[in-house]
Each structure stands twice: as C-alpha cells, then as structure tokens.
C-alpha cells in the first residue's frame, strides 16, 4: 500500500541570512523527502519564512527600511539559497501570503467563537528576542535566559488563549504517545515544563505597539501574537480547511526543529490545535545545535558559518555528508572546518570514491565496458550480498528513527565490505587466468551491482553523487529504480553499457589560516545602510592597555587578555593566530567598552577589540600618538 509522509521545517525568521543551522534542519527535512519519494510514499516537504512580530520591524528599522522590503529580501536569500542545497521542497511558504493571512484569521476566529479567547489584563517581563512574557522566577539574574538582556516590564490589555484548558488532555496525549514528541529527552523535558501549572497564552499585540502583523479577526486594534501566526503555516501550506492536501497529508505530519523551539511545538501547538478541532500532528522531531568551538553562532562573535561558503569551497555533496554524518539527532555537535575535511578525505574521497574507481576501471578492462551476463552469486559472494540486504535493512530502520548518521554508518560499512570484497577476490590476478574468466566476470558484476545499491542508499544524502555514480551504471535517473529495487539482488542488468568518468571526490586539504579575505587596494567592501547619529552614539569606544595575555585552552584562535581603561577588564579575542600573547603586552588598543558580555570558551568576554584585516592576518587598531587608557573615542 502506498504510505504518505509530509515534513516541515520551521519557517525562518527574516531578520538575518541564513547559517548552517538553518541549512542542517532543511538538508535533514530534504533526506527525508527524498528517502520517502524513493520508497514510493506521497510526500510533501514545506519550508518558508516567518516574517511578522517585533523582531522583523526591529531589523527593518535599523537597516532603515519598511517590514515588508526586508521581509521580500531576506525571505528571497532563504528561497534562493535551498536550490543551491539541492533542497527539494514542494512549497515555500511566507507568512505574508494571502492565504496564510486568511487561514490565521479563520482559526482565531473558530477559537475565539469556541470560547477558548477571552480578553484580560498582563502585566510581564517582556524578551522582544523571544517574542514572549517571562514570569519573574524564569528570568536569570533578572535576565532574559537566551539573550541574557533585561527585558521589558510591560503592562498591556490583550487577548488570550486558554491553553491552560488544554493542559490534562496534553499530558495524557503524551503519555498514551510515548513517541509524539522524540527523541525521548525532550518529550521529557516538554512533560517537565507541564508539571508546573500552563499559564493561558497572551496571543495579541495592540497596533498601537507593533501593526507588522495579521488584524485580529475580531478586533481590528490587534494584531496576532507571532507564533499563533507562525504555527499556522503547517496548515496553510497544505490548504486547511478544505483542501485534499489537508485531508491527505495532515495525518502524517511530521515537524522538524531544533531544541530552541520545542515550548512552542510541543505546548502551544497541540493545545492550538485541539482548540480549533484539528488532530494532533504526528510526531515533533527535535535536533540539538550546532555550535563553532564551543559557542553559540551569532553575528557579534563573527563565528557564523554560512553554507553557501562551505559548498563553493569543497562542493555541496561533501558538505550534506558531513553535516548528517557528524551529528547525532537529538545531540549538539560542534562545527569544525578540520574534522570536515578529515571526513571528506578519508570516507568520501578513500572508501566511497576509491571504490567507484577501482570498480569502473576493472569493468572497462576486463568486461569491455558493458555489465557481464549474470550468474548467481557463488558461496564466497554471499558475505557481500548479506552485507547489502543488512544496509539496506539498517537504513530503513534509521530513517524509522530519523537516526540519519546511522543509516549513513550502515552504508559506509557496506563499502567497507565491498572494498574487503575486491582485495580478498584478486580480480587482477583472475584477470591474467583464462580458466577464471567466468569467476572475473561474476566479480565484476556483484561489485558493479554494489555499486548500484550504494547509489540509491547515497541518493537521498548526496542526489547529485548518486546520480554520477548512476551515470557511469547506465542509468540515466537514479531516484526512478526506487528503494525497492535495492532489496534483492541482481537489479544490474547484464549488457548495459558503461562509462569511467572523473575522481567522484577529490581530496582536500586543510588551510589552517582562515582564508585571507583580499581586499584589493582601493576596492572596497559594501558600506552598511546609513545609521543616525544617535545609533552611533550607542557605541562607547576607548583606549585601552593591554596588561596581560594568555592562550585560552584548547582553542586555536581566541586568546585571553587583561586591559586596563582606567579600570581592569578581561577581553577573548580571536587574534592568536595573529600575535603572539607575549607580543601585545603593553600595546595600546581601541575597544567597544559597551558590548554586551558575552562567554566564550567558558570565559566572559567584557568588550572587543577593533582590528582590520590584510593580507597575513589581522592588525589591531594603534595610534600614531600616545593617548591616556580610558580616553573616550569619538
Ligand atoms: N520563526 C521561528 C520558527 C517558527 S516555526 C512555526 C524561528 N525561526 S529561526 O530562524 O530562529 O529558526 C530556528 C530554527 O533554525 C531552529 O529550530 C533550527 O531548525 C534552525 N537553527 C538555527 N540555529 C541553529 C543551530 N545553531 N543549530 C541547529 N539548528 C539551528 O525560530
């Protein structure tokens, strides 16, 4: 019978470009996809971009534009750079479409025709990062506990949710659902945040604070909270409430996120939907984080990882593979540009691509180019042919458990086995035996046949490899032999013609210096949209000394340092590449005295210093006289 499958990642805020965590959440939705297309199932992949609330007008006033330009540019660079991923999602979709608008405005009218909206007074601690109210005993040192910013105490009337009404029915829906909600640890930890009585959800904002939104059906003078807008879009996309998309594909929804988001997928969701009648999704997928040497990415810290670098630089295949072969779902993994080109030298270049090579070179020499004739598989074949039905076995089990990096595993033990296969069957020396010959062309067979299997197991990780793979087969569409075909045996078929064709992945080194961003003289880089003055008077920039400097342990770029600016301070900075901490003691530098402290490595960072790049390395800021420390710079 013909199963479906319908995948979603969170639809992207368009206040900043895309990174890597936002190319991992959609690369894994894609795998599924495309494993799903595969086996044959109805699929349908949504992804887009949420572009309503306080944290997109906060973006599009400081790049001194309206909401919805910003919204229309950001939202392009995330559509335009999925292609370039090889993504193949069946809808994009953006919260400022028509239909999304309309769809919002019939659920909250439902609910609040249900009774389950009601009007009422808040007084809270306010995050615009989160978007959300925090109760006092949630904040941290009186800190927002994501942005580590003091929110604002705000008092407003608004509309709510009785998502309180909804709390029993959600943990028993859990309970009799152990896999709802997977991995395991944040059904735990969503079942942990429902021990403590659910607090109704304050779903509006008046105009008179924030208007880039969607009108509340029932109250022009309101807009809708972002997430009761956002959340809606997995129903939008599939034409809720009449279309067959709906009806087809809602009863196997299944949402993919990371850690961040799982209050609102796992609480807010379910209760929104049992108050508008809509079943229950799935299953909520949640994946850990990606951080670069041991911190979270952000702009301030200049360590965001974008992906189109990374695929222009060693190729989009490689960069899918390593990203679902290093982190283990459910588990943060640390971003590393040497482990990457480790991975890529020794199982894309070593193990698959050394056997693509080898296979197709005896093909072409000992069977002129064309698959042998078949011959069942003698007793010594048989380790191999059980080594292909075990992977083809363990991968479906993975996709089964979204366990990506074992599926991947799997495969790579199967080339591993093939690899065995030609080194313990010699076909080189059969080759100079002419009573071997019918034993030759056998070997060569199964070997090609193995490669068949590893092309359609590679397809949904790498299409584009699978498809070179194919190519050199004779087969022209990899993705239309289907998984099915991979369960038994002997789907090569014998007489079709081959064809050697270039390194499938070429090794790589590792640059150790960061690549030289070369400015040439006299050209320049883009100047950022135009500040007031006011904003530039925000920055506070002064003199300081250098007293000490230290490595930081087990970190290649940061170093620690103490400066004096009438006042001591501690400072990580990325220069140790750079200098060497002996060299700066006693340099006078120019840093930013009011950047938010930030942890790096463990450490807190009290400022950043200011340096230029050229052609070998950073150079910090100096003077051509000798100002006091602590002088302010202006
Ligand atoms: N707009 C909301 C989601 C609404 S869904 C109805 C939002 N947007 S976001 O742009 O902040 O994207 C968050 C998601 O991006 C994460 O859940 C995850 O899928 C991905 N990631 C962002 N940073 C990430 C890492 N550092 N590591 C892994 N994934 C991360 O929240």
């Avoid at 996309?237 to 009806?247: E, H, I, S, V």
């Avoid at 595993?409 to 080339?415: E, V």
């Avoid at 060299?583 to 950047?595: F, P, S």
């Amino acid at each position: 019978m013909e199963k479906t499958f319908f995948i979603t990642t969170p639809i992207y805020y368009v206040n900043a470009s895309p990174h890597i965590g936002h190319a991992y959440t959609t690369i894994v939705a894609d795998v599924l996809a495309r494993f799903h297309r595969l086996s044959g199932d109805r699929t349908f992949f949504v992804t887009g971009t949420d572009e309503h609330g306080d944290k997109i007008m906060e973006a599009a006033r400081l790049a001194a534009t309206t909401p919805q330009e910003y919204a229309d540019r950001i939202s392009a660079q995330f559509r335009n750079l999925w292609p370039e991923l090889a993504i193949s999602n069946d809808y994009f979709i953006r919260t400022t479409d028509a239909n999304h608008i309309e769809t919002v405005r019939l659920i909250l009218q439902k609910v609040y025709d249900d009774g389950d909206i009601y009007f009422g007074k808040y007084e809270g601690y306010y995050c615009v990062g989160c978007e959300r109210f925090y109760m006092e005993k949630e904040l941290e040192n009186g800190l927002c506990p994501d942005h580590k910013a003091a929110p604002e105490y705000r008092k407003e009337n608004n509309y709510f949710f009785r998502m309180s009404k909804y709390q029993e029915w959600l943990i028993a829906y859990i309970n009799e659902n152990p896999d709802f909600i997977r991995p395991e640890r944040y059904k735990n930890e969503v079942l942990s945040f429902l021990r403590d009585p659910l607090e109704d959800l304050c779903i509006s904002r008046p105009k008179s604070r924030l208007n880039w939104g969607i009108t509340l059906p029932f109250d022009k003078e309101y807009v809708t909270y972002v997430w009761f807008d956002a959340l809606i879009n997995y129903v939008t996309a599939l034409g809720y409430p009449d279309g067959d998309g709906f009806r087809t594909f809602w009863p196997h929804a299944e949402h993919l996120i990371a850690k961040d988001i799982l209050k609102p997928h796992g609480i807010y969701w379910p209760t929104m939907l049992k108050a508008a009648g809509i079943e229950p999704y799935r299953h909520l997928n949640v994946h850990g984080y990606w951080v670069v040497d041991q911190s979270k990415m952000s702009k301030s810290l200049g360590n965001v990882i974008k992906p189109l670098d990374l695929k222009d630089k060693y190729g989009l295949d490689p960069f899918r593979y390593f990203l679902l072969r290093e982190m283990v779902f459910g588990l943060d993994s640390s971003f590393s540009e040497e482990s990457f080109v480790q991975r890529i030298n020794s199982d894309l270049a070593n193990d698959l691509g050394n056997l693509v090579s080898r296979t197709m070179t005896m093909a072409m020499k000992y069977c002129a180019g064309k698959v042998p004739e078949v011959h069942s598989p003698s007793e010594e074949d048989w380790p191999l042919v059980d080594a292909a039905g075990k992977a083809v076995s363990e991968v479906e089990d993975s996709f089964r458990e979204l366990a990506l990096h074992k599926a991947l595993i799997a495969i790579w033990d199967f080339i591993s086995v093939t690899n065995k296969y030609i080194v313990e069957c010699e076909p080189w020396k059969l080759a100079q035996d002419a009573a071997c010959k019918e034993r030759l062309a056998k070997v060569v067979y199964n070997l090609l046949e193995a490669l068949r299997v590893i092309a359609i197991l590679i397809f949904p990780f790498m299409p584009g490899s699978a498809q070179k793979i194919a190519d050199q087969l004779g087969i022209t569409d990899a993705a239309s032999q289907g998984f099915s075909s991979i369960r038994l045996w002997g789907g090569i078929t014998p007489g079709r013609s081959l064809s050697r064709a270039e390194a499938l992945f070429p090794r790589v080194t590792y640059e150790k210096e960061k690549e030289k961003q070369t400015v040439k003289e006299g050209e320049s880089q883009p100047v950022k949209p135009f500040i007031e003055y006011a904003d530039f008077e925000k920055v506070d920039l002064r003199v300081a000394k250098i007293i000490a400097a230290e490595a930081v342990p087990k970190s290649s770029k940061l170093l620690k340092l103490k400066i004096d600016m009438g006042g001591e301070r501690t400072l990580v900075a990325g220069i140790a590449k750079d200098y060497k901490p002996e060299e700066l003691v006693g340099k006078k530098i120019v840093i930013v005295a009011n950047l938010k402290p930030t942890k790096l490595m463990g450490i807190e960072s009290q400022g950043m210093l200011l340096a230029a790049e050229t052609d070998d390395g950073l150079t910090l800021l100096s003077f051509e006289k000798d100002p006091k420390t602590g002088v302010m710079i202006k």
